[in-house]
């Protein structure tokens, strides 16, 4: 057996299931299926299940725990940026005015957080 053909469910955690909704739904545009009491439940490209799990208190963690590919960061960035997304700057990347960090291998890569102040990102690859 091999979960390589499973479809994956990401998991985010909550404390403010409301303003959650409302920036997975309006400003991220993903695709609001239920909340089923235990999490809001969103679609994303392919079919791919995230789930914004109610929680009890918690500390976001220090680095990324969700993101999404892009084949144009730089329009992406912009239009959430347009939408009110801050994205984070890191004084260990060197990112351009817009927050995004090129690496050495041309990877791009910004980084924004949801309002529980989980750590989301953009990459092109």
């Given at each position: 057996m091999s979960l390589a053909s499973h479809a994956p469910?990401?998991?985010?955690?909550?404390?403010?299931?409301?303003?959650?909704?409302?920036?997975?739904?309006?400003?991220?545009?993903?695709s609001f299926v239920s909340d089923d009491a235990f999490?809001?439940?969103?679609?994303?490209?392919?079919?791919?299940?995230?789930?914004?799990?109610?929680?009890?208190?918690?500390?976001?963690?220090?680095?990324?725990?969700?993101?999404?590919?892009?084949?144009?960061?730089?329009?992406?960035?912009?239009?959430?940026?347009?939408?009110?997304?801050?994205?984070?700057?890191?004084?260990?990347?060197?990112?351009?005015?817009?927050?995004?960090?090129?690496?050495?291998?041309?990877?791009?890569?910004?980084?924004?957080?949801?309002?529980?102040g989980n750590t989301l990102s953009l990459s092109q690859?």
């Amino acid at each position: 057996m091999s979960l390589a053909s499973h479809a994956p469910i990401g998991f985010v955690p909550t404390n403010h299931a409301d303003q959650a909704l409302a920036f997975y739904e309006q400003t991220l545009g993903l695709s609001f299926v239920s909340d089923d009491a235990f999490a809001l439940v969103f679609r994303c490209a392919n079919g791919v299940m995230l789930r914004v799990v109610r929680v009890g208190e918690f500390t976001p963690a220090s680095y990324t725990i969700f993101g999404w590919e892009t084949a144009n960061i730089e329009a992406d960035v912009e239009a959430l940026a347009a939408k009110g997304v801050v994205f984070e700057r890191f004084s260990n990347f060197e990112q351009d005015p817009r927050g995004i960090w090129t690496a050495p291998n041309g990877n791009k890569v910004a980084w924004f957080k949801d309002p529980d102040g989980n750590t989301l990102s953009l990459s092109q690859h």
